[in-house]
C-alpha cells in the first residue's frame, strides 16, 4: 500500500462549481499536511498547510484533515478557469521529508 | 514567484554525462530540499540539507550527490546519466526550524532531458 493515495482523475468540472479532492494515507506519523497547486510545467504552488485536524479556510480554498480517518481533501468553492491545474496533497511527519500524492488533474470549464 | 531561482531551466545532454543543477534559496530559508517529477513516479523527495550540512536523504541515487554551500545555494551532481534520469528536477525551501514550519517554498525546476 501506498503512504499516500490520490485519484489522479481527471476531474472536469464546470465554471462555479465546487470541487472537491481528496487524499488518503497510511502513515500515522505524518503531523503536517499541505496542497500544492501545480501548473503545467511550473513549480508546484504552495496552497494550504495545516497542522491539526479540522478545518482551514482561505479565501475560495479550505482544507479539511482528519486524522482519525486519515483523510484530507480540499475544497475550492466558486471555481475559476483559472483554478485548473494538477493539485498535489503533500505530508510529512517530524522530519522534513514531504510525501506527495501523485495529483489530481482538474479542469474548469468556461 | 515563490523567490527560490533554479537554472539552468532548461538541459539536455548525453547518456554517460554529468551535468550541475543550481539552486538559491528564498532569502532567509536556510533550509533547501531536492525532488525529482517523472510522470510515472511523480514527485520523489531526493536529499535535503539545512544550513550547509545534509539532513535527510530520500530515494537519491549514488550517482547523484548535492551540497550546499556557505552563502544556502545548493547544487544537485548527477553523473553518468541514464535515459532514466530526464525529469524534472525541483529545489524548494523552508524556514529555518526555530518556531512552526509553514511548508516548503518550490522554484521552477529545470527540466533535464538524457538523449
Known amino acids: 500500500q501506498k503512504e499516500v493515495e490520490q485519484d489522479p482523475g481527471p476531474l472536469s468540472v464546470p465554471e462555479g462549481a465546487i470541487v472537491s479532492l481528496n487524499c488518503t494515507y497510511s502513515?500515522?506519523?505524518?503531523?503536517?499536511f499541505m496542497w500544492y497547486r501545480q501548473y503545467s510545467r511550473k513549480g508546484p504552488e504552495l496552497l494550504m498547510y495545516t497542522y491539526s485536524s479540522g478545518n482551514k479556510e482561505d479565501g475560495r480554498f479550505t482544507a479539511q484533515v482528519d486524522k482519525s480517518s486519515k483523510y484530507i481533501s480540499l475544497f475550492i468553492r466558486d471555481s475559476q478557469p483559472s483554478d485548473s491545474a494538477t493539485y498535489l496533497c503533500?505530508?510529512?511527519?517530524?522530519?522534513?521529508?514531504?510525501?506527495f500524492g501523485k495529483g489530481t488533474l482538474l479542469t474548469v470549464n468556461p | 514567484d515563490s523567490g527560490v531561482t533554479q537554472t539552468p531551466k532548461h538541459l539536455i545532454t548525453a547518456t554517460g554525462q554529468r551535468v550541475t543543477l543550481r539552486c538559491s534559496p528564498r532569502?532567509?530559508?536556510?533550509?533547501v530540499y531536492w525532488y525529482q517529477q517523472s510522470l510515472d513516479q511523480g514527485l520523489q523527495f531526493l536529499i535535503q540539507?539545512?544550513?550547509?550540512?545534509?539532513?535527510a536523504k530520500g530515494n537519491i541515487l549514488e550517482r547523484f550527490s548535492a551540497q550546499q554551500f556557505p552563502d544556502l545555494h545548493s547544487e544537485l551532481n548527477l553523473s553518468s546519466l541514464e535515459l532514466g534520469d530526464s525529469a524534472l528536477y525541483f529545489c524548494?525551501?523552508?524556514?529555518?526550524?526555530?518556531?512552526?514550519?509553514?511548508?516548503?517554498?518550490f522554484g521552477p525546476g529545470t527540466r533535464l532531458t538524457v538523449l
Open positions: 502513515n500515522s506519523a505524518f503531523q503536517y
Open positions: 540539507y539545512y544550513n550547509g550540512e545534509e539532513r
Open positions: 524548494a525551501s523552508s524556514e529555518s526550524t526555530s518556531g512552526r514550519p509553514r511548508g516548503q517554498f
Open positions: 532569502s532567509g530559508d536556510l533550509s
Open positions: 503533500a505530508m510529512r511527519g517530524s522530519n522534513y521529508k514531504l510525501t
